[in-house]
């Protein structure tokens, strides 16, 4: 039976790296069918491959298939039930959020749609040490609100360059909000973080929006 498998992979930034990394994979009997490039530094790349395998007991071989290549090494092997779009999900939860039509809603909207796009244990929404939303089972609100300061002192963080490999976090300027987004044993990357700091930024306008849009209703 054909399996989903998510290879994340370090290799080095030269030329004919990447193919010597993909026909390592065919001769694994793997199938590449996407290919994600999540962080790129000044001599190594992070890439994670979508491949189809033909059964799960094939992916111990495919681990030792792609370290063969001189420079590279496995970070982690996923089996999923489906392949992630990121681009395709980043739109459908933007979509989301402008849908909503109200500010709860739209908060309800948020942690659920990243905690899904990103693969997480959970999310949480977070102003002033109260918690707004939350998708999954996230820490005790004093826990998330000390995240919250300790990743908020870090202009790297801030700037989605860099964080705890198990934690994502964004902030809605206009509103000071934060989101957060866990998940163990699967590190987040550059690319990644970038992505939530687009989102949340929708999050926040669509939010004022809406504020805007509730005062100027008419009583009725």
Do not use: K, N, Y
Not at 78 to 88: E, H
Not at 176 to 199: D, K, N, S, T
């Amino acid at each position: 039976m054909t399996v989903h498998v998510l290879v994340r992979v370090w290799l080095p930034d030269r030329p004919g790296a990447l193919g010597a990394v993909a026909s390592r994979i065919g001769a694994a009997r793997g199938d590449i069918v996407g290919i994600d490039v999540l962080e790129r530094g000044e001599t190594v790349a992070v890439d994670e491959f979508a491949v189809e395998l033909e059964h799960a007991d094939l992916a111990p071989m495919l681990v030792r298939e792609i370290e063969e290549v001189d420079g590279a090494a496995v970070e982690e092997v996923r089996v999923v039930a489906a392949f992630p779009d990121p681009r395709l999900d980043a739109l459908d939860s933007a979509t989301q959020l402008c849908e909503a039509d109200r500010v709860e809603s739209l908060h309800a909207v948020l942690v659920s749609h990243i905690r899904q796009e990103f693969l997480g244990e959970w999310a949480a929404l977070v102003v002033d040490g109260d918690v707004l939303a939350t998708a999954g089972e996230p820490p005790e609100p004093a826990l998330l609100q000390a995240l919250v300061a300790g990743t908020g002192a870090s202009p790297l963080v801030a700037e989605g360059a860099t964080g705890p490999d198990d934690l994502a976090v964004a902030t809605l300027d206009r509103h000071g909000a934060a989101l957060l987004v866990g998940r163990a044993g699967h590190p987040f990357r550059r690319r990644e973080r970038a992505q939530l700091l687009a989102l949340t930024r929708i999050a926040d306008r669509a939010w004022q929006l809406l504020e805007v849009g509730a005062t100027s209703e008419p009583a009725g």
